[in-house]
């Protein structure tokens, strides 16, 4: 590998990797042979389209071999372990409801009678509209009303296997009567709150303070109800969510084990339990460390199949019972890796300078001292001048708001600073055993690239729940990072920036990137961002959608386009926030028609004016390259 400074090879598993000509590939996963595909080559195939950056790159390899890989892995632990029920996986639709996304979901996973789970009423009329294997899983969790549960209980007719899973006791009444009143009986499941939480970003809202599920004393009462109505052969799923990307294996064993110790209880009671549903949770290694920290996990997907399987296994023949069929409702881990967001870099803001300036007749002494600073520089000294520099340069400013020198006095100081902060920067950079506290001080003078994309539209769970996806400059990989820059999107919002970083070395808060060469592009890529970011995304400053392509790896490092869809255009956010775009041109055409009226403008101004909205409100929202 060429430059592993990134950490690549650590968490872009047999996905990413580099060319010998420092760019960015994707690899086939299905495909051991394959070459990979170059990332440039690919946005430039993309603009040759017309289809700009920022661009949300779908890999459908990506997708199937997840789907295959979740599915084999579940196949493999029952195997091994002698298990005698068998896996069926659902995707929670939740995590990316995309069109393109979902079917490629249920046509991957049908050879597996992969299902789907659904939180909603609009879930469950799109997951009733798509090809499910007729062995495979509808999921129904969430509030449901009359109407949802007509739904599911006629879908039945249709030969598919809706399931409804009982969030309240309400639910239950309504759901007795919708069935009697239809006379169909309902497949019910019951979701159980269990007390053990789980660490990660999810801690607060998992356990006994879940906002989802029944106490054990609501289960008991559903049993008995259900036993009244002679209806507890209906009940036949268990079901208990522990909370999305859960670091911590032993964590995973233990909830398994109390859901597998409540399913044996609720069948000694006399139900027939069939499937034991155990949510989602399944984590991704953003950062590639293999920890139980935030960002990563410390187990890999076999294991999290084995320790399920085993733990379930052993619970069941304890109690002498059957061994039920697994459920796993997996989201982020099926789909996050499978897209990545590409955008570019339109400037930046560099806090060092070459320029060196030189003092005058007149100078304030301050700004003397600050100036006569680098003479003394060495590799020795770099802490101290730096320490130096900047006392001056706080006493400059202070000097100025006190209308003790001049704005042009100021400037000067402003740059002999960053030009002290170039030369410690060279030094540095050349020195093998630097100063941690050093380091750290210069990081944070890191540059400010300036991107064209919207955080809160495209990770906005990088700005929510300090979420990190890794993010890499997509060329150049053969040459040195010459620079550290934090990103900053386009939007005018202080949070719209990215000051964390995954490295090969660990956590930066700054990415080491290349200098900005004049009319070349410079290519970012934030990566394993399929999972809730489009859906969660929003309309901050009107940056809409971004356009989305999904491609599909070939041999010989081709790829072919499967779909595009166009991002928002400006005329499509001006609608969703309530305005009507022709009524705009109307009122803003009067105006111009007024300007021309009180001869404040020409008739050709008109046209030109008139004629840049109108393309403008048909254009993306992003920034647009002449
Ligand atoms: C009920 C339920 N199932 C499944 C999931 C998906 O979880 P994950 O993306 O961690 O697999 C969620 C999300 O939090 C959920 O609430």
């Avoid at 599920?213 to 969510?241: A, N, Y």
């Avoid at 549903?277 to 997907?301: P, R």
């Avoid at 170039?422 to 990081?443: C, D, H, M, Y």
């Avoid at 700054?510 to 934030?526: M, N």
Wanted: hydrophobic content about 35%; some cysteine; overall charge negative.
């Amino acid at each position: 590998m060429q430059n592993d400074l990134y950490g690549i090879s650590r968490w872009g598993e047999n996905l990413i990797g580099i060319l010998p000509n420092g760019n960015i590939c994707l690899h086939d996963p299905l495909d051991e042979n394959s070459e990979g595909v170059d990332l440039p080559a690919i946005i430039h195939s993309l603009r040759r389209r017309g289809i700009n950056t920022p661009v949300l790159l779908r890999v459908s390899n990506f997708l199937e071999y997840k789907i295959r890989s979740i599915n084999e892995s579940f196949q493999n632990a029952i195997k091994e372990n002698e298990y005698q029920g068998r896996y069926l996986g659902v995707f929670p639709i939740k995590v990316n409801q995309q069109a393109h996304v979902v079917e490629r979901v249920v046509k991957y996973g049908s050879e597996y009678d992969f299902g789907l789970e659904v939180g909603s009423k609009a879930e469950l009329l799109l997951a009733l509209s798509q090809n499910l294997s007729p062995k495979s899983l509808i999921i129904c969790n969430g509030f449901k009303d009359s109407e949802f549960v007509r739904l599911s209980l006629l879908s039945t007719k249709l030969g598919l296997r809706s399931i409804l899973v009982l969030e309240s006791v309400r639910e239950l009444d309504l759901i007795i009567r919708v069935s009697k009143e239809l006379g169909i009986s309902p497949e019910l499941g019951v979701r159980v709150k269990l007390t053990n939480s789980v660490s990660g970003k999810w801690a607060a809202t998992s356990g006994d303070r879940s906002s989802f599920g029944l106490t054990v004393d609501q289960v008991v009462g559903i049993i008995e109800r259900l036993k009244s109505e002679e209806m507890l052969d209906c009940l036949i799923l268990q079901h208990s969510h522990l909370g999305s990307q859960v670091p911590n294996v032993i964590e995973i064993r233990q909830f398994v084990q109390e859901a597998s110790r409540l399913f044996i209880e609720i069948q000694r009671m006399g139900a027939n339990l069939e499937f034991l549903d155990l949510g989602g949770g399944l984590g991704v290694d953003y950062t590639g460390e293999k920890t139980s920290s935030m960002n990563s996990m410390n187990y890999s997907l076999a294991e999290y199949c084995t320790n399920v399987v085993e733990t379930v296994k052993f619970e069941m023949e304890e109690a002498q019972q059957k061994h039920p069929c697994i459920v796993t409702e997996s989201g982020r881990a099926c789909v996050a890796q499978s897209s990545i967001l590409l955008f570019s870099v339109l400037e930046s803001t560099e806090f060092d300078s070459v320029e060196e300036i030189t003092g005058e007749e007149g100078d304030h002494p301050a700004l003397e001292s600050l100036i006569g600073i680098s003479e003394n520089l060495c590799g020795e000294n770099l802490l101290e001048v730096l320490n130096d520099a900047t006392y001056y340069r706080g006493e400059l400013r202070s000097f100025f708001r006190r209308g003790q020198i001049s704005l042009p006095e100021l400037a000067r100081g402003e740059k002999s600073f960053q030009f002290i902060l170039g030369k410690i920067r060279k030094i540095l950079s050349e020195q093998e055993v630097v100063n941690e506290e050093l380091l750290a001080k210069i990081k944070g003078m890191a540059d400010i690239y300036h991107c064209n994309f919207s955080l809160f539209q495209s990770l906005p769970d990088v700005w929510a729940i300090d979420q990190l996806h890794p993010i890499v400059p997509l060329s150049r990989l053969h040459e040195k990072p010459d620079r550290n820059a934090i990103l900053c999107d386009i939007t005018c919002d202080s949070d719209g920036r990215i000051d964390r970083f995954v490295l090969e070395d660990g956590i930066s808060n700054c990415l080491p990137v290349h200098s900005i060469k004049e009319d070349v592009p410079y290519y970012l890529g934030a990566f394993f961002v399929g999972a809730y970011q489009e859906t969660l995304g929003d309309l901050h400053n009107l940056f809409g959608d971004t356009n989305v392509v999904t491609i599909r790896l070939g041999k010989n490092g081709s790829f072919e386009l499967l779909d595009e869809v166009e991002g928002d255009t400006i005329f499509e956010v001006l609608s969703y926030v309530e305005y009507e775009p022709k009524r705009l041109l109307e009122t803003f055409k009067a105006h111009a028609e007024k300007a021309v009226e009180q001869n404040r403008m020409s008739l050709d101004e008109l046209k030109e004016l008139t004629s840049t909205y109108k393309d403008s409100l048909r254009g993306y929202t992003y920034y647009e390259s002449d």
